[in-house]
């Protein structure tokens, strides 16, 4: 059924771009990154697809991963350039034999982030306790279940500490927290569940530390938000994480699916003199303003793209 379905969003996909006659279509995401690429060929329409992170298919050996490798090698075909998030996204596309040549592949700096949006501001709440937020869909492979493992073990040394969710369960997904472990986390009183916000900065504002236990990401938005707004972060050392966590420097960097690990992170940031987590916040910011701004994103993308109008 869901393969009819497919079928049927790249026909459209078709229809729609031989009606409007783009230039260049830039794909984002799995789906459109497999199917776009032939309905833009089919109107002889040049076309890029940009690989947001591989996701929860890519964390295991299943066969689901080995059948979007080979849509994807199929697909590759159709696409001019085919843009990373990371380096490792791009290494492991090379590695599989995705890309018709390694160069082919292109890596940018994420999508971008608005630092005069993103910008430091002050902190609302007040009280004893140092809060640690954690922002993303609320997915296993997000790490949840191992920051309210973490959490459960700081407040048993630091019981004023406070551990926040913001996301929403994303059902769908085969990798979603089940609504019923959510309600026993707050039952529990292991976290504060705020739910989906539109808007996160005043959360992060209010926030000691942002914490991402990810296994996988393509470049991390809620730590270069956090980072932006001059917060120390702590996240683990896998691709999407590590290539914007400096260790010791903006936050810190944990073995993934280890709480324990993380909740020594937790308690190091708790110790830490607020001198020294401000440091850290500081120099998050100037790496993001350096390396990650909207501004040189999208200088990244106007490149590519100038160069294909000369290679075509």
Not at 164 to 191: C, F
Request: proline letters at 5%; hydrophobic letters at 40%.
């Amino acid at each position: 059924r869901n393969l009819w379905h497919d079928y049927k969003m790249a026909q459209e996909l078709r229809k729609i771009y031989q009606q409007i006659k783009p230039d260049l279509i830039i794909h984002f995401t799995h789906k459109p990154n497999l199917y776009g690429g032939w309905a833009a060929n089919q109107g002889n329409i040049p076309s890029l697809a940009v690989v947001t992170g591989l996701g929860y298919p890519f964390l295991n050996q299943s066969w689901l991963r080995r059948l979007i490798i080979r849509f994807y090698r199929i697909a590759a075909r159709y696409h001019r350039l085919i843009l990373f998030e990371n380096t490792q996204d791009c290494e492991l596309f090379i590695q599989e034999k995705i890309l018709v040549q390694p160069d082919q592949g292109h890596v940018v700096a994420g999508c971008g982030i608005d630092t005069e949006f993103f910008t430091p501001m002050g902190k609302h709440l007040t009280g004893e306790g140092i809060i640690f937020t954690f922002i993303g869909r609320l997915l296993y492979d997000k790490g949840t279940r191992e920051f309210v493992e973490a959490a459960r073990q700081v407040k048993q040394a630091y019981p004023s500490t406070r551990f926040q969710l913001i996301g929403e369960l994303d059902q769908g997904n085969p990798a979603a927290v089940h609504k019923t472990e959510l309600v026993d986390w707050i039952r529990q009183n292991a976290i504060e569940y705020l739910g989906f916000k539109n808007d996160v900065r005043p959360y992060i504002a209010d926030s000691d530390c942002i914490v991402l236990p990810s296994y996988r990401e393509a470049i991390a938005r809620s730590l270069t938000e956090a980072m932006s707004m001059e917060k120390p972060v702590i996240a683990t050392d896998v691709p999407g994480c590590n290539e914007i966590v400096d260790h010791d420097i903006n936050g810190l960097l944990v073995p993934v699916k280890d709480p324990q690990s993380l909740a020594n992170a937790m308690i190091k940031i708790i110790q830490m003199p607020e001198n020294l987590r401000a440091r850290m916040g500081k120099a998050g910011r100037e790496k993001i303003i350096k390396n990650y701004s909207n501004a040189l994103v999208s200088g990244q993308y106007l490149d590519l793209i100038h160069q294909l109008r000369f290679t075509q």
